[in-house]
């Protein structure tokens, strides 16, 4: 699909979701919304909690996700020993989560969060075979179908207000109702994703109410740090001035790449980014624009160093390397971990969102990072672009219902193909050799609202160049999701 098509159909389909009335809170937007079932909602009912002014609150969700893949025609697959190619084979896959969110004020501008998780999975050929555009944004690299419970989240948050405009701020996870000066700024220390404060976008972003696919949980060629489940520990700051924001974090990244153990020699190896944030009005509907940047220095592999290893010396492949390696068998390719040492990896971004009716928003990111490094953290990207729609049921009389249309895109630098097309691996794709294309989905999907703090959705993915190989694919991909909020 050209992008000009895909951006046309999506404007035509363009869509919204609920919480586009939560689009100016600096926070995670509530569960609580009008009209659902929420514990701190009921207490308030009963004249037991302070929904206006909390000093504490809590919040859960469930959700399941199943994913099916039909066959498709493959050219190759796993060639010469090289282990990461998706199957051609029908496979199924799901994912089960649980969080609950603890929230508690403390001092004055103190607040103090916990998040315990609980995740059961199983992906479609081990994670594997797939770049930038995942099909089931919950899947975790390391991930089993037994559950697994950790901490999210811990978080101190610190506000200092300077002044400006006051606005109520609505109860929810990760966020205590009061009110915020429009001028402010916020200290937050601690575990978290970087994705809860870098990078958030009201019709992209909030996967267990929209789209499933990854590639619009942000930007794809975004290889923020984190642990393998997406989690890190660092320190950020935020000013706010009125309509404009400036962030900057810095935080830990994994000692090996897409592993789980955290490097906490933050002096030395560590993820930073910064992002400038406006919000504007364009004919009486809210919109913003944000520019993120990013400097990791990690211990990573460049894809020419490893090819240099390797064409110098042939004997260090694939399968000899005794350091962290992906376990390829494929004795005659280069292989990164013969390359890894402190490297920098840098990219830059954009991300937009602008509301076009009451029931209609529209969203576009778009990254460009260097792609001489490996994939540390995130997916297997270099650059990448998503945009889309969606639209909230009112105009066939279902208010709560929620359609969705959005397309992604993702490429990989020159030196990354060039190591793939020798054999070569990352964390996440390489068939034994590559006939490069950009990867390519199309992710389609209808949340039905079913009852009160229940939703089902529907979700169909067209994925083109599956790993950035037209050897292989398209690859089709159905998708169910029940989701709970309490």
């Keep these: 699909m050209k992008i000009s098509k895909a951006l046309l159909f999506c404007t035509v389909l363009s869509t919204m979701t609920a919480q586009a009335e939560n689009a100016d809170s600096p926070e995670l937007p509530a569960l609580n919304n009008e009209g659902e079932f929420s514990l701190m909602g009921a207490l308030s009912d009963l004249g037991w909690h302070d929904l206006?002014?909390?000093?504490?609150?809590?919040?859960?969700?469930?959700t399941y996700i199943s994913s099916f893949k039909q066959a498709f025609p493959a050219a190759y697959t796993n060639l010469n020993g090289t282990p990461n190619s998706l199957s051609p084979d029908a496979e199924r896959s799901f994912t089960a989560t649980f969080t609950?969110?603890?929230?508690l004020k403390a001092w004055t501008g103190a607040e103090f969060y916990a998040a315990p998780e609980m995740i059961s999975e199983l992906p479609l050929s081990g994670l594997k075979g797939i770049g930038g555009s995942i099909q089931?944004?919950?899947l975790q690299k390391n991930g089993t179908e037994h559950s697994t419970w950790y901490l999210s989240r811990a978080i101190y948050r610190q506000t200092v207000s300077l002044g400006g405009t006051a606005s109520e701020v609505s109860s929810g996870p990760m966020q205590l109702a009061g009110t915020v000066d429009?001028?402010?700024?916020?200290?937050t220390a601690g575990t978290f994703s970087i994705l809860d404060i870098f990078d958030k976008n009201t019709y992209a972003g909030d996967l267990r109410q929209q789209f499933l696919n990854m590639a619009f949980l942000t930007n794809a060629a975004y290889d923020f740090a984190a642990d393998a489940r997406g989690y890190t520990t660092g320190l950020v700051?935020?000013?706010?001035?009125?309509?404009?924001a400036f962030r900057f974090g810095r935080i830990a990244g994994p000692k090996n790449p897409n592993d789980l153990p955290l490097n906490f020699y933050m002096l030395k190896y560590y993820g930073d980014q910064a992002e400038l944030e406006h919000k504007h009005v364009i004919k009486g509907q809210p919109g913003a624009v944000k520019l993120l940047g990013f400097r990791n220095r990690e211990n990573m592999g460049r894809f020419s160093d490893a090819i240099s290893a390797f064409q110098a010396d042939p004997a260090k492949n694939a399968t000899t390397c005794t350091g962290f390696n992906y376990g390829s068998d494929?004795?005659?390719?280069?292989?990164l971990c013969w390359a890894r040492k402190p490297n920098v990896k840098m990219g830059i971004g954009i991300n937009m969102e602008q509301k076009i009716t009451e029931d209609i928003g529209l969203f576009f990111r778009g990254m460009?990072?260097?792609g001489k490094t490996e994939v540390f953290s995130y997916t297997s990207s270099d650059q990448s672009i998503s945009f889309g729609a969606l639209m909230k049921g009112f105009r066939w009389g279902r208010e709560n219902d929620v359609l969705g249309l959005g397309y992604a895109q993702s490429w990989i630098s020159k030196d990354h193909v060039a190591?793939?097309?020798l054999g070569g691996i990352d964390g996440f794709i390489g068939d034994g050799k590559i006939n490069y294309r950009p990867e390519q989905v199309v992710d389609i999907f209808y949340k039905w609202h079913v009852v009160k703090s229940a939703w089902l959705s529907f979700d169909y993915q067209h994925l083109a160049n599956p790993a950035y190989n037209a050897d292989r694919g398209p690859v089709d991909i159905y998708g169910a999701r029940v989701h709970f909020e309490f």
């Design 419 to 421: 190591y793939l097309n």
């Design 368 to 370: 460009y990072s260097d």
């Design 100 to 103: 609950s969110y603890l929230g």
């Design 330 to 335: 494929n004795s005659g390719a280069p292989d």
């Design 136 to 138: 089931n944004f919950e």
């Design 237 to 244: 700051g935020e000013y706010y001035f009125d309509n404009w």
């Design 52 to 62: 206006q002014d909390e000093r504490w609150n809590v919040y859960s969700q469930a």
């Design 182 to 187: 429009s001028r402010r700024f916020v200290f």
